[in-house]
């Protein structure tokens, strides 16, 4: 079944730690996202990548780092930099279109859970 | 991007409709209207979008008015698997604003038996 896997669903760890978050997509599609959901808030962009190795900072990028060396896949990176790490983080993916044209649908993963104490 | 504005929460009987409304009044000519939802601890999930024209799918309608200031997600038949949080979102196609969904709080929408 094509879709996307986060992994894993609930991650713990040290305050100062550096933790990578997992986001893997086969369904071929060009433009992946990273969001942070605070509790009873909306989705905040992170990062987002158009194409293999090129991606560009989102609203809240501070305290992050991405990769984008394969197509699949769109690692994110929570450094000891990032202020308030605990979050649910979502990753997305989406079809690439021209460039008048909106990807009309964002394809979202299940989620991590992040607590850091 | 425009800025939208939902009503924070919304009940429905289950079985009857479920309109759910949005203003984005800043809309501009070529940016879309796009609704998600997302249950509870789980990724968000597209609905529909549209640009100018009503749209129906096997999930919802969206009606736009003519001056696309405001819009409707119709569920038609309410069940309890829709209660969940609705996001309308307004997008702009192409350059710097490609796949930059800004999602706000939404509309929390509880189908009650």
């Known amino acids: 079944d094509g879709g996307i896997t986060q992994s894993p669903k609930y991650l713990f760890r040290k305050e100062g730690q550096n933790v990578t978050l997992s986001c893997e997509q086969n369904l071929n599609h060009d433009a992946m996202y990273w969001y942070r959901q605070d509790p009873g808030q909306g989705l905040r962009l992170i990062y987002y990548?158009?194409?293999?190795?090129?991606?560009q900072k989102g609203d809240i990028a501070e305290g992050y780092s991405v990769s984008r060396e394969k197509k699949e896949s769109f690692p994110l990176t929570v450094t000891s930099a990032q202020k308030n790490p605990t979050a649910f983080y979502l990753c997305?993916?989406?079809?690439?279109?021209?460039?008048?044209?909106?990807?009309?649908?964002?394809?979202f993963g299940p989620g991590t859970r992040l607590t850091v104490t | 991007d425009a800025k939208t504005t939902q009503p924070p929460s919304m009940d429905c009987a289950e079985g009857r409709a479920a309109n759910l409304p949005c203003n984005h009044s800043?809309?501009?000519?070529?940016?879309?209207v796009y609704w998600y939802r997302q249950i509870h601890s789980q990724g968000p999930q597209y609905i529909i979008h549209g640009l100018k024209n009503n749209e129906t799918n096997e999930m919802a309608s969206l009606i736009i008015t003519e001056d696309r200031k405001s819009s409707t997600l119709i569920l038609p038949h309410a069940t309890l698997r829709d209660t969940a949080v609705y996001y309308c979102i307004v997008n702009r196609g192409g350059g710097t604003s490609y796949g930059k969904l800004t999602f706000g709080q939404g509309t929390i929408l509880t189908v009650h038996p």
């Open positions: 990548s158009q194409i293999v190795n090129d991606f």
């Open positions: 997305a993916s989406s079809s690439y279109g021209s460039g008048t044209i909106s990807p009309h649908e964002q394809y």
């Open positions: 800043t809309i501009s000519g070529n940016e879309y």
